[in-house]
């Protein structure tokens, strides 16, 4: 494994350090955890973006009622 150093502001540094304890954690393990979940996040994320353009550069785009559907899913989720 490999370190790194970040520098902190005060605030996040605290509350890292005060999530940590919480849950039983060291702050670097929590971190760590954190930046594990970012980065497969936005690797779906940018997978996605990617299928979106090659089907956008196909011609390939959502009708007017997959769109209204997805903006019900979401204003409902929201709504909870």
Do not use: C
């Amino acid at each position: 494994m490999t370190g790194i150093f970040l520098n902190l502001p005060e605030d996040l540094s605290n509350s890292l350090s005060d999530l940590a304890k919480t849950n039983d954690q060291t702050a670097s393990y929590l971190a760590m955890d954190v930046l594990r979940d970012y980065i497969e996040h936005e690797k779906t994320l940018t997978a996605q973006i990617e299928r979106a353009v090659k089907e956008a550069d196909q011609g390939i785009f959502a009708t007017d009622d997959q769109v209204a559907a997805m903006r019900a899913m979401r204003w409902s989720r929201n709504a909870s």
